[in-house]
């Protein structure tokens, strides 16, 4: 039992650590693996606008970071992992709706 509740708290404090600064994602990979998506555009403009997108985001969430809820950043960090292919715009996106869901 001992071991299973030092797991417990070091669990939890890896998450908040976690939670403290925006997370780092690999913005090009992401876009690459996303451009099969995109319609209309060619693979230099897609990659180009989602790169822009996602740098934006990045630099949004970094200033308004400590205004989201732990608990937030935790849940939507760890939704960002599904799937392998993280985006700043949408964990900025899941952070904003949170955020509007507790105010309503």
Do not use: H
Not at 26 to 37: E, H
Not at 46 to 51: I, M, W
Not at 55 to 74: I, M
């Amino acid at each position: 039992m001992p071991i299973s509740i030092s797991m417990i708290a070091l669990s939890s404090q890896l998450v908040v650590t976690v939670a403290d600064r925006v997370p780092t994602f690999d913005i090009v990979r992401n876009c690459k693996l996303d451009i099969a998506a995109t319609a209309g555009l060619t693979v230099d403009q897609s990659l180009k606008s989602c790169v822009n997108d996602e740098t934006r985001a990045r630099q949004q969430l970094g200033s308004q970071w400590s205004k989201f809820s732990p608990s937030s950043k935790s849940s939507c960090i760890s939704q960002e992992s599904i799937g392998g292919t993280p985006s700043y715009v949408s964990l900025q996106t899941c952070l904003q709706m949170d955020v509007w869901v507790k105010t309503r």
